[in-house]
Nanobody, 115 residues
Framework: QVQLVESGGGLVQPGGSLRLSCAASGSIFRIIAMGWYRQAPGKQRDLVAFITPGGAANYVDSVKGRFTISRDNARNTMFLQMNDLKPEDTAVYYC?????????WGQGTQVTVSS
């Protein structure tokens, strides 16, 4: 079983930056792919980016060039650096394994981009 705790969200103006963190329990973290997902109001929860155990990163087109996913396997922690934030990035952000497992969702962290 894996427990995931997201943090780092907040209110930021358009063009601003935030860094999200995902702390994971369990010894399997370092051998599994991990992902960041987000859910905007009234929309489904979608993948934003994922990273392999070795650090290879993949992004959806809407965040390419603005977001950077990374991980620290020694600390069982994953990050999402978000730059040049836009109002359409407003959502609750979640981490999970990739592909996601419905029994691993945490509480998420709210990101609001607004002037």
């Amino acid at each position: 079983q894996v427990q995931l705790v997201e943090s780092g969200g907040g209110l930021v103006q358009p063009g601003g930056s935030l860094r999200l963190s995902c702390a994971a329990s369990g010894s399997i973290f370092r051998i599994i792919a991990m992902g960041w997902y987000r859910q905007a109001p009234g929309k489904q929860r979608d993948l934003v980016a994922f990273i392999t155990p070795g650090g290879a990163a993949n992004y959806v087109d809407s965040v390419k060039g603005r977001f950077t996913i990374s991980r620290d396997n020694a600390r069982n922690t994953m990050f999402l650096q978000m730059n040049d934030l836009k109002p359409e990035d407003t959502a609750v952000y979640y981490c999970n394994v990739f592909p996601k497992r419905d029994d691993f969702w945490g509480q998420g962290t709210q990101v609001t981009v607004s002037s």
